[in-house]
T-cell receptor, first 110, second 115 residues
Framework: DGGITQSPKYLFRKEGQNVTLSCEQN?????MYWYRQDPGQGLRLIYY???????QKGDIAEGYSVSREKKESFPLTVTSAQKNPTAFYLC?????????FGEGSRLTVL | AQTVTQSQPEMSVQEAETVTLSCTYD???????LFWYKQPPSRQMILVIR????KQQNATENRFSVNFQKAAKSFSLKISDSQLGDAAMYFC????????????WGAGTKLIIKP
């Protein structure tokens, strides 16, 4: 099936732990994005990558890190430096605002 | 800075009726794109409709249409013949032409469909 696969769907983390969220796509898009969604707010861009081995910080990159070693993959690591990591995380691919999204990953910090 | 405002946190409509969701935006750009995205309870965001600012004709996708008022910086979404499957969060978004990543999102409107 073509699309974007995010895993895990649900993740629980203890304070002080790093966690990595996976995003894999087979839509052959160059550009990939990570967004954070909180209740009552619009999506906020964490990181984006327009090509392999290159990525740029978005509006709220502090406490997060990414890599782009393959065109198909854009994992997001939520580090212990992220003060309020409990949120819904969305991965997307696309261009000029026309985006295709994964089903999201819900991270809860215990 | 560009902003997108959705002033209706929640709307409800009777099944089979028509509902309009509001969106206003602020920009000094003249060429841009506007979008409506839908996020159902399954939480996967999907694109509903797209409008290019240089086109005067309002975009339409089946039961979904927009009322694009460029001078007023208004971009409302009309859903005709509402169906239970239309229940979702709806997000309005803006991006300047030529930008690939600076998509600006509204806070969303929750649409409830009453059977």
């Amino acid at each position: 099936d073509g699309g974007i696969t995010q895993s895990p769907k649900y993740l629980f983390r203890k304070e002080g732990q790093n966690v990595t969220l996976s995003c894999e796509q087979n839509l052959n898009h160059d550009a990939m994005y990570w967004y954070r969604q909180d209740p009552g707010q619009g999506l906020r861009l964490i990181y984006y990558s327009q090509i392999v081995n290159d990525f740029q910080k978005g509006d709220i990159a502090e406490g997060y890190s990414v890599s782009r070693e393959k065109k198909e993959s854009f994992p997001l690591t939520v580090t212990s430096a992220q003060k309020n990591p409990t949120a819904f995380y969305l991965c997307a691919v696309g261009y000029t605002g026309e985006l295709f999204f994964g089903e999201g990953s819900r991270l809860t910090v215990l | 800075a560009q902003t997108v405002t959705q002033s209706q946190p929640e709307m409800s409509v009777q099944e089979a009726e028509t509902v309009t969701l509001s969106c206003t935006y602020d920009t000094s750009e003249s060429d841009y794109y506007l979008f409506w995205y839908k996020q159902p309870p399954s939480r996967q965001m999907i694109l509903v409709i797209r409008q290019e600012a240089y086109k005067q004709q309002n975009a339409t996708e089946n039961r979904f249409s927009v009322n694009f008022q460029k001078a007023a910086k208004s971009f409302s979404l009309k859903i005709s013949d509402s169906q239970l499957g239309d229940a979702a969060m709806y997000f309005c978004a803006y991006i300047r032409r030529g930008s690939n990543y600076q998509l600006i999102w509204g806070a969303g409107t929750k649409l409830i469909i009453k059977p």
